[in-house]
């Protein structure tokens, strides 16, 4: 999974713009813009994003990894 374009995607789902989450965290939102590129990212900043957008990243990265996982046990 690609955590910036799936905190992209979250976001907006729920109808928010890239400045609000700047806001939120706070930072200058082309730095949202560059969490977005990314395909990793340090995980106080997933829990403090996943408590702004009330969405639980780390669990959809389990579920992906045991999805993963799975597939390769077949």
């Known amino acids: 999974m690609h955590i910036g374009r799936h905190i992209q995607r979250i976001l907006k789902s729920q109808g928010r713009m890239v400045t609000w989450l700047a806001l939120q965290i706070p930072c200058d939102r082309t730095n ?7 395909s ?7 829990e403090k994003i996943s408590i702004i ?9 389990s579920n992906e990894l045991h999805s993963a996982d799975k597939a390769i046990k077949r």
């Open 53 to 61: 957008l009330n969405h639980n990243f780390f669990k959809d990265l």
């Open 40 to 46: 990793a990212i340090d995980t106080a900043l997933l």
């Open 32 to 38: 949202v813009y560059l969490i977005f590129k990314k």
